[in-house]
């Protein structure tokens, strides 16, 4: 039986789609400052050929960011780069790639030791801008929402920031964190934007190019056929922006298309896109999801300003969707090769293969035009990061 799944259709118009941040030329220099960190390796591009057979398409590929940096997450990414841009440009130095190794010089540490770099996060991005932080020397301030897991916070400390849960929901911890990072004459590193902060989101943004940067190569090595279907999952929309904006920015009229996954109980996008007044539509309350990655009420302006034009679909769905891709990349069928995968990495998967399987979404699967020729790729953003949830899920009977 299908948990509850609500998509909308939209009307794209890629030539205004405003992603120019997110361009070729800049995505090349931000990975050159990534492949410059000591244990950079793009993370892995997998095909499941068993898993494509059994939902009638032809080509399924995951790209697995709980190889990166051995950080379990995609988001040190956006965060590593964003602090470097931060601290060069108050030095008046260029990010390339031997950034860190000047900025760790003798020349500038000592002068390092005075930054204190404060986010609000769900986990992973505060773990990434406190792995950052740890690597340049610099301070961090992590706040968590009500809710977050014990596991989540204890991994941030474990890279020497300072950090606690709050009794506060995502976007009002967002909302302590700048207030703090105003009192207390610290940087904020927050991965989403509104009007008057979009400089530093913008950089978190250019960031997580490097995986889209990596896959575009890894198509060409692998000998993989580029995809025709693109599912993202969204939280602020930070993410799939970037993602989106990138490939469109390389592919042009060969963009796949582009399909956006949120959790029913943090839909902004869906909301945004449903509304279709012209205005940024929020979703306030508690946000139980265990999607926790992507329980965000409050849009990123920049990433809207890309996905408004690009997306072709939002969907709106329950935790099952995700317990199911959890369950199909981690007990894999066939040989394929498993994937470990959270609760806000798997649900791409989940929400794909319910669309191809389920007769009662049959319809969906023709307006999408998935058939037996489409190639389909989503990104696993996270692996066990709540591990107690993820063997729970895994150990649970077939959803």
Known sequence: MNGNLSILFNQTDPEHSDAGCVSADTVTSVH????????????????????SSSLGVSQILVKDESKRF???????????????????????LTVGKNTIQILRSPQ?????????FVTATDGNHGRGVAWAAKM???????????GSSKERLENILALGAKAEITNLNYDDTVRYAEKMAKQNH???IQDTAWEGYEEIPTHIMQGYTTLACEIVSQLKE??????????????VGSMAGAIAGYFFSLWKDACPDIILVEPDQADCLY?????????????SGRMNS???????????????????????AFISCDDSYAAHGMQLLGKPVGSDPPVISGESGAVTIGVAAKIMREPDLAAIQTALALSQHSRILVISTEGDTDRENYRRILNAASL
């Open 32 to 51: 050159a400052f990534h492949a410059g960190i000591s244990g950079y390796a793009p993370t892995p591009l997998l095909s499941l050929p068993a898993l």
């Open 70 to 92: 051995g950080l379990n997450a995609f988001k040190s990414l956006g965060g590593s780069y964003a602090i470097a841009k931060y601290v060069c440009d108050q030095f008046g």
């Open 108 to 116: 500038y540490a000592h002068r390092l030791k005075e930054f204190t």
């Open 136 to 146: 340049l020397g610099c301070q961090a301030v992590v706040y968590l929402p009500a």
């Open 186 to 188: 610290w940087s904020l």
């Open 222 to 235: 692998k000998g993989f056929q580029p995809p025709t279907h693109l599912f993202l999952q969204a939280g």
């Open 271 to 283: 909301q945004t896109a449903k509304a279709n007044d012209g205005t940024l539509h929020t979703v």
């Open 290 to 312: 265990m999607m926790a990655g992507l329980c965000c009420g409050e849009p990123c302006t920049i990433g809207w300003k890309i996905l408004k034009n690009l997306a072709r």
